[in-house]
């Protein structure tokens, strides 16, 4: 049974930072990928990064490049989200999801944000960015 857990979100002010970590458990795949989502109240569910497990290659969407950072701790199947110079719009319920890694020719970060594509889904974690 595949299980996601994630965690560290919480209220930080403008220009804070805070770090989501998304603990996995039961997924068996030897190439995957790893992304984070998040939908604020109203809107529908973006993909925000993602990470492949064939040779780490990342992707960010344009809204948070240069300023979130996604990392993974294999020891620990933990795949991690650094935000830093957090802004009010980044408030939202933050979502890690996992499946088999797809695509080809380095397409494969359309799959993996895509939320329609994913297929194993934690609870989520909700961040709050105010003063």
């Known amino acids: 049974q595949v299980q996601l857990v994630e965690s560290g979100g919480g209220l930080v002010q403008p220009g804070g930072s805070l770090r989501l970590s998304c603990a996995a458990s039961?997924?068996?795949?030897?190439?995957?990928?790893t992304a984070w989502f998040r939908q604020a109240p109203g809107k529908e569910r973006e993909g925000v990064s993602c990470?492949?497990?064939?040779?780490?290659?990342?992707y960010y969407t344009d809204s948070v490049k240069g300023r979130f950072i996604i990392s993974r701790d294999n020891a620990k199947n933990t795949v991690y989200l650094q935000m830093n110079s957090l802004k009010p719009e980044d408030t939202a319920v933050y979502y890690c999801?996992?499946?088999?890694?797809?695509?080809?020719?380095?397409?494969?970060?359309?799959?993996?944000?895509?939320?329609?594509?994913?297929?194993?889904w934690g609870e989520g974690t909700l961040v709050t960015v105010s003063s």
């Open positions: 039961g997924f068996t795949a030897p190439y995957y990928a």
């Open positions: 990470i492949s497990t064939s040779d780490g290659s990342t």
């Open positions: 999801a996992t499946d088999v890694l797809r695509g080809s020719g380095g397409n494969w970060y359309r799959y993996a944000l895509d939320p329609y594509e994913m297929e194993f």
